[in-house]
């Protein structure tokens, strides 16, 4: 399983740690963990690098 880190572009914030799943609706992005608990921000995607398990949001 491939687990990521989410960052905020701006300061490199960690958003959400052990993220199994996002989805996008719009500008809405919704991150949910191995827990199954969801982190719904408004912003866009900038950047994944699946390799390092990173990515990075451009929050608004």
């Known amino acids: 399983m491939c687990l990521a880190t989410v960052y905020k572009e701006s300061d490199q914030s960690v958003i959400l740690k052990n993220v199994s799943r996002i989805d996008v609706d719009g500008t809405k992005i919704i991150l949910r963990d191995i827990m199954g608990e969801e982190t719904q921000v408004e ?9 390092n398990s990173i990515v990075k949001l451009e929050v608004d």
């Open 43 to 51: 912003g866009r995607i900038l950047m994944v690098d699946l390799a």
